[in-house]
T-cell receptor, first 110, second 114 residues
Framework: SQQGEEDPQALSIQEGENATMNCSYK?????LQWYRQNSGRGLVHLIL?????REKHSGRLRVTLDTSKKSSSLLITASRAADTASYFC??????????FGTGTRLQVFP | EPEVTQTPSHQVTQMGQEVILRCVPI?????FYWYRQILGQKVEFLVS????????KSEIFDDQFSVERPDGSNFTLKIRSTKLEDSAMYFC????????????FGQGTRLTVV
């Protein structure tokens, strides 16, 4: 698989449920970031977790990072219809650039 | 809240024409980037720019592409002779420092080459 692969590719849930998305990567990193993209729109930064951090919270978002497994997860608690979007992880790979995953399309039904 | 702004939001151009996509990064940021996303595909890195020069570029960023910071606020991407396969959403981003901080993205310019 390529750097920054998310799973599942698509996720459908009801409002109020939790949504968990996973990301795997291949190279060493300084940090990992999660972004949201509404259909056809720009990328909105959600949260950054550094390589020496294991967990981070921001509102209804919880991100974990396991550098030994080269994986991260994004948990959205108590989801809302407005959370419907694609979610991407992005790693820096010790370079200038961000390497994005393929994304998880989240659909939250009211 | 400061944001990255891009213009135009949508550009249609004839194959072979030159296009310039414009971006105004966040004012205190030092690193600037262009990414693109072909419809339905991943967001791909094109180029990073720091201290008035390219710091890294991808294989996609060939001689047809160039970037410039013509003044203290704008950051542009020029495609000299557009091809059909250049059709994509182009995102500008900026960050305060190279690593360890968030990269903030603009809303994108949808480029359609016909």
């Amino acid at each position: 698989s390529q750097q920054g692969e998310e799973d599942p590719q698509a996720l459908s849930i009801q409002e109020g449920e939790n949504a968990t998305m996973n990301c795997s990567y291949k190279t060493s990193i300084n940090n990992l970031q999660w972004y949201r993209q509404n259909s056809g729109r720009g990328l909105v930064h959600l949260i950054l977790i550094r390589s020496n951090e294991r967990e981070k919270h921001s509102g209804r978002l919880r991100v974990t990072l396991d550098t030994s497994k080269k994986s991260s997860s994004l948990l959205i608690t108590a989801s809302r219809a407005a959370d419907t979007a694609s979610y991407f992880c992005a790693t820096d790979g010790n370079t200038d650039k961000l390497i994005f995953g393929t994304g998880t399309r989240l659909q939250v039904f009211p | 809240e400061p944001e990255v702004t891009q213009t135009p939001s949508h550009q249609v151009t004839q194959m072979g024409q030159e296009v310039i996509l414009r971006c105004v990064p966040i004012s205190n940021h030092l690193y600037f980037y262009w990414y693109r996303q072909i419809l339905g595909q991943k967001v791909e890195f094109l180029v990073s720019f720091y201290n008035n020069e390219i710091s890294e570029k991808s294989e996609i960023f060939d001689d047809q592409f160039s970037v410039e910071r013509p003044d203290g606020s704008n950051f542009t991407l020029k495609i000299r002779s557009t091809k059909l396969e250049d059709s994509a959403m182009y995102f500008c981003a900026s960050s305060e420092v190279l690593t360890g901080t968030e990269a903030f993205f603009g809303q994108g310019t949808r480029l359609t080459v016909v």
